[in-house]
């Protein structure tokens, strides 16, 4: 999955914390705490999207083969809170998908500015060389490049292609208000917040674990199921449902029957 990977600075085998968690862990090779590390980052990063871990230290040694990791973690400010509702600090920095977003923007704007600066210095070379200008060449049905960033698809393993999910409630809120059955004023930036939220804390998957191949389905129906509870609860029709028939057709009142002078 494209989400199957964690972000570990360069600069991290070689700062203090690791190398204070080698003394304690008594490691002669500081790179054996890295591996530890990294498979206790990348174990948090399947089980937590707050960095909020509510287990023990016991656990989490076993989770990376090594008795005392835990405590070490503690030792070095790696790891803090109480058995039980543990805290990784600055958990959103490195891991969740926030911070994978932010990661390759950040590699796909460095790898622009160098392909634009390598574009600059050839096109500085072909005009030193070549004094004459050169013919032009027409060329016919040649599709637009495909630039790295307007690729809203990932493939999976399964050769399946996923969509890009949502960065902000903003691009959900919109989606829904163009729907046919949704929410109204307030309520409709309430049901995309809820939506968001959902969807975030399970990693944009069904109910069966599999990652969402399109989240616009899912939100349609959501909307729509929120707009009848909405309606239902306050006795009213359903956004956008205004013109619909009813159902039931009051009976005349037999008053006049029985009236007399």
């Known amino acids: 999955m494209a989400g199957d990977w964690i972000k570990v600075e360069r600069a991290t085998p070689d700062k203090p914390e690791v190398v204070k968690l080698a003394e304690i862990l008594h490691m002669d090779d500081p790179d054996f705490v890295l591996g530890k590390l990294w498979r206790f980052w990348a174990w948090a990063d399947a089980n937590?999207?707050?960095?909020?871990?509510?287990?023990?230290?016991?656990?989490?040694?076993?989770?990376?083969?090594?008795?005392?990791?835990?405590?070490?973690?503690?030792?070095?400010?790696?790891?803090?809170?109480?058995?039980?509702?543990?805290?990784?600090?600055?958990?959103?920095?490195?891991?969740?998908?926030?911070?994978?977003?932010?990661?390759?923007?950040?590699?796909?704007k460095r790898i622009r500015r160098s392909l634009k600066g390598q574009s600059d210095n050839a096109s500085d070379i072909v005009s030193d060389q070549s004094p004459t200008p050169c013919p032009t060449v027409v060329r016919h049905n040649v599709r637009p490049e495909k630039r790295r960033e307007d690729n809203t698809t990932t493939t999976t393993t399964t050769g399946r292609e996923v969509c890009q999910f949502p960065q902000d409630v903003s691009e959900i809120d919109r989606f829904m208000a163009a729907q046919v059955l949704h929410p109204l004023g307030d309520e409709l930036t309430r049901c995309a917040e809820r939506f968001f939220n959902e969807q975030s804390a399970v990693g944009w998957k069904n109910k069966h674990g599999i990652p969402l191949t399109d989240w616009r389905p899912l939100a349609r129906q959501y909307a729509a199921t929120w707009a009848r509870n909405n309606?239902?609860?306050?006795?009213?029709?359903?956004?956008?449902?205004?013109?619909?028939?009813?159902?039931?057709?009051?009976?005349?009142?037999?008053?006049?029957?029985?009236?007399?002078?």
């Open 48 to 108: 937590t999207q707050d960095g909020i871990l509510k287990t023990k230290y016991a656990h989490i040694d076993r989770v990376v083969y090594c008795p005392g990791f835990a405590r070490g973690l503690v030792s070095v400010g790696w790891l803090q809170g109480r058995e039980g509702a543990l805290v990784i600090p600055n958990f959103d920095r490195h891991n969740g998908n926030s911070s994978k977003a932010r990661a390759l923007e950040a590699e796909a």
């Open 231 to 261: 309606a239902a609860e306050a006795g009213l029709k359903p956004a956008n449902a205004a013109g619909t028939a009813s159902k039931s057709t009051p009976k005349p009142s037999r008053r006049n029957e029985f009236w007399t002078d």
